[in-house]
């Protein structure tokens, strides 16, 4: 079975200043995907950005990046020019490759890290 | 807003009632999820729907039953829970197909008294 570890369960940040988050899974497939997850105080989980391990190239979204290790089993974001509305706790996900309608539509998480940006 | 929505955002039940959580995609996705959010704990699935067939049932206990009549609509029945069933109740919607992201509601805050 797949497990995700987010080593951070808090973490900190000045406005305006980068800050990474790290998380690591275990696995033994070689195709996955793999997702960060945003859930702002008393609203709804949204898709951070999302990385195919297929892919070598790291995923961007504007100030969200993802250093993806594959060797290493290790998917960090990193987020640039933090924003107050970037608080949030954090979650790490992993998906299987699998066929549709199998375990492959299931989303493993990690135990979140909770982000607090200074202003 | 994510197109997923949830009723009642709140609830605070007795051991002995029976309620039920309600989910509605406004997405066209033909998979629904429910999950379980504890305190410092990760997400834990709980089943799994993909085109109104449950696919998935991880180990949960027959006090929580599912119900989904069709692919917008997802229901969670609740009877005779107890105090560690207290959490936050996610339900998700996605396309099936493997990359696609799930959508998030906003979540039922569950309390067992």
């Known amino acids: 079975a797949q497990t995700v570890t987010q080593s951070q369960p808090e973490m900190s940040v000045q406005e305006a200043e980068t800050v990474t988050l790290s998380c690591t899974y275990d696995?033994?497939?070689?195709?996955?995907?793999l997702f960060w997850y945003k859930q702002p105080p008393s609203r709804q989980m949204i898709l951070v950005i999302r990385q195919e391990a297929y892919k070598q190239q790291n995923a961007t979204e504007n100030r969200f990046s993802v250093n993806f290790q594959k060797a290493a089993k290790s998917f960090s974001l990193k987020i640039s020019d933090s924003q107050l509305g970037d608080a949030a706790m954090y979650f790490c996900a992993y998906r299987s490759g699998g066929e549709e309608g199998t375990s492959g539509s299931r989303l493993t998480f990690g135990e979140g890290t909770q982000l607090t940006v200074n202003p | 807003e994510t197109g997923v929505t949830q009723t009642p955002r709140h609830l605070v039940m007795g051991m002995t009632n029976k309620k039920s959580l309600k989910c509605e995609q406004h997405?066209?996705?033909?998979?629904m999820y429910w999950y379980k959010q504890s305190a410092k704990k990760p997400l834990e699935l709980m089943f799994v729907y993909n085109f109104k067939e449950q696919t998935e049932n991880n180990s949960v206990p027959s006090r929580f039953s599912p119900e989904c009549p069709n692919s917008s609509h997802l229901f969670l029945h609740l009877h005779t829970l107890q105090p560690e069933d207290s959490a936050l109740y996610l339900c998700a919607s996605s396309q099936l197909q493997v990359y696609n992201e799930q959508f998030f509601g906003p979540g039922t805050r569950l309390t067992v008294l």
């Open positions: 997405l066209g996705h033909n998979a």
């Open positions: 696995t033994s497939e070689s195709d996955y995907y």
